[in-house]
């Protein structure tokens, strides 16, 4: 059974003041996680991240589609015995102390006192806030809400652990800390969900990942396979006249370039063949190849150029 | 964790909703100072007591039974119009609701720990006022217990509120809430006198108008049984079990579409 399953899932809001026009903040969305992988949700401010965790977790409601989490409808509260779940820019309740919050979350779970109070310190010691768990939240610095955040999420062990921005407003040492944690998590055989737009982090951390643009997904696999896919070379052929470069076009991944009798080409690996093929021809001559090894940074950008280039924005009539 | 559902297990979740919010309320320093401009107004009646020749006590439990109701009043509204709407606000619903809870559940924990939060408030208000008769009379007489009837029927009429507080913040903002409910409120008690009067005018559409009020929003005249406690009278047994019937129902409905309106709502 796959840990989290998106079904065709879309989400419209309703925009504007007098005359409401509908929003399609998600387009169809389909997806599939598996049990103990970490998964990474990509994509710019406004691509539907949150939206999309917002659904899973049943803060709001699907215009389309079904979610499940192992099995059950998300949002029903039986799925939340089986996944914990970190906001975005978390706010917990500021008169408390992390050990009353602990406390007050831990009692919506089938779990003894004693359950209660061993989980609170467990969780309390994972996140290392042991010292800090008579102070009030009021007076907790962001990093350390965040960490509270992901105890809180992890109170009752859950399988799937779904983390919106986790590393959002955090310095290095919390993000190293917050890292470390999701690493802990996957050695422990969880489920972990996340959306970032810190590419480092999902690079470092992700099993798979999958990009969304505009509320639709753009590319979803593991990390080496979309790279190894947009993977190619860049190759000069001196050429006398742009004419005698016509064949060439066909390999081209993304517009050439010529200039002084130089062709300049990025092609795809599987078309290097035909690249020197066709550069045994009259007056082709290949100057230099070099191979092109994308960074997920790149991949990133390319993949959300090429969607901007094909479509325009993803608003209802 | 074994997840079959019995009655304490479905109840857990809504008492420690309720328990949190009592605990939030009474970490709010607002309700002392509420609560402390109560006991002095009870204790400035023994003042107005002096001036009034021969019906001291009456006047300190007119005065008394008054703040109680209109601090109560206040608290409820100030508390109520922020139950959910502030929850909202501050996005702290998101953690909660991603445990396994409904969302009925925490409306009803909501408008209980609300209740208790009163229920506490208006027994320490009412400690105050036997307090300042005691020191008033230097004894108490068969007929004071009547006054427990008037902080009961008090005590019906906040529950009231609150459930109008409730389901208002559901879906505006708590200054918008604050205002519904004390219009509400202040036609609720004078529901009575808007359909005689609307009785008189002979005019059908202002007749059916003012009908509708009166059925359709709280009666909270109908607890407004101080003056006559105050005299030393008791309230009819019957009056008793109607008014709680009463206010049981209005209770239901009100937080039943709260729940209603709630469970439907994108936390956006």
């Known amino acids: ?317 | 964790m074994s997840s079959a559902p019995t009655l304490a297990s479905t109840l857990a979740p809504t008492l420690a909703i309720g328990r949190n919010t009592f605990r939030e309320a009474v970490r709010d320093r607002v309700l002392y100072n509420l609560i402390a401009f109560a006991l002095i107004m009870i204790a400035s009646a023994l003042l107005f007591g002096e001036i009034s020749i021969g019906i001291q006590k009456t006047i300190l439990l007119n005065i008394g039974l008054s703040s109680i109701s209109v601090f109560g009043l206040l608290i409820a509204i100030f508390l109520g119009i922020g139950l959910v709407y502030k929850e909202m606000d501050r996005r702290s619903l998101y953690a909660l609701l991603s445990k396994p809870i409904r969302r009925s559940q925490f409306i009803v924990g909501k408008f209980l720990g609300l209740n208790f939060t009163i229920l506490v408030n208006t027994a320490f208000m009412s400690l105050g006022l036997w307090v300042a008769l005691f020191y008033l009379t230097r004894g108490f007489e068969p007929q004071d217990i009547y006054l427990w009837e008037a902080i009961y029927f008090i005590l019906l009429q906040l529950s009231l509120v609150t459930a109008l507080c409730l389901f208002f913040s559901c879906f505006s903002t708590p200054v918008l809430s604050a205002v519904f409910t004390f219009v509400a409120y202040v036609i609720g008690n004078l529901a009575s006198d808007i359909r005689t009067f609307g009785e008189l005018t002979e005019n059908p559409l202002l007749q059916w108008l003012t009908t509708g009020i009166y059925y359709v929003l709280p009666n909270f005249s109908n607890f407004n049984v101080s003056a006559w406690v105050a005299h030393g009278n008791p309230v009819e047994g019957s009056v008793i079990l109607w008014n709680t019937l009463y206010a049981l129902c209005y209770d239901t409905i009100l937080v039943a579409a709260s729940v209603w309106i709630f469970s439907r709502k994108d936390l956006k």
């Open chain 1, 1 to 317: 059974m796959a840990a989290i399953e998106i079904s065709g899932l879309s989400k419209d809001f309703l925009v504007g003041f007098w005359r409401k026009r509908r929003f399609r903040a998600l387009d169809r969305l389909s997806l599939q996680v598996e049990q103990g992988e970490v998964f990474g949700f990509l994509g710019p401010n406004g691509a539907g991240k949150t939206t999309t965790l917002k659904i899973l977790t049943g803060l709001i409601f699907p215009t389309e589609g079904t979610a499940t989490i192992l099995g059950k409808a998300a949002g029903q509260p039986e799925a939340f015995l089986h996944a914990g779940f970190l906001p975005e820019n978390p706010y917990f309740y500021d008169y408390l102390t992390p050990q009353e919050l602990l406390d007050y979350f831990a009692r919506f779970f089938p779990l003894t006192p004693q359950q209660r109070k061993r989980r609170c310190d467990a969780v309390l010691g994972q996140v290392g806030l042991s010292e800090a768990r008579d102070r009030p939240l009021r007076k907790f610095s962001k990093g350390m809400l965040q960490r509270v955040g992901i105890a809180q999420a992890i109170l009752h062990e859950p399988e799937i652990v779904l983390l919106d921005e986790p590393m959002s407003g955090l310095d290095p040492v919390g993000r190293h800390e917050v890292r470390e944690l999701i690493l802990q998590l996957r050695a422990a055989g969880k489920t972990v969900f996340f959306s970032t737009h810190i590419l480092s982090d999902a690079e470092a951390l992700c099993d798979r990942i999958a990009i969304l643009r505009r509320g639709q997904l753009v590319g979803v696999g593991q990390i080496s396979e979309l790279l190894r896919r947009q993977a190619g070379y860049d190759a000069v052929i001196e050429c006398p006249s742009l004419e005698a470069a016509r064949p060439l076009e066909s390999l081209a991944a993304r517009p050439p370039l010529y200039s002084g009798g130089h062709y300049s080409v990025r092609i795809q690996e599987p078309d290097l063949s035909r690249l020197l093929g066709i550069c045994q021809g009259d007056g082709l001559r290949l100057i230099s190849l070099n191979p092109v090894r994308l960074s997920l940074e790149d991949y990133f950008v390319e993949v959300l150029r090429e969607k901007d280039s094909e479509h325009s924005p993803a608003a209802l009539p």
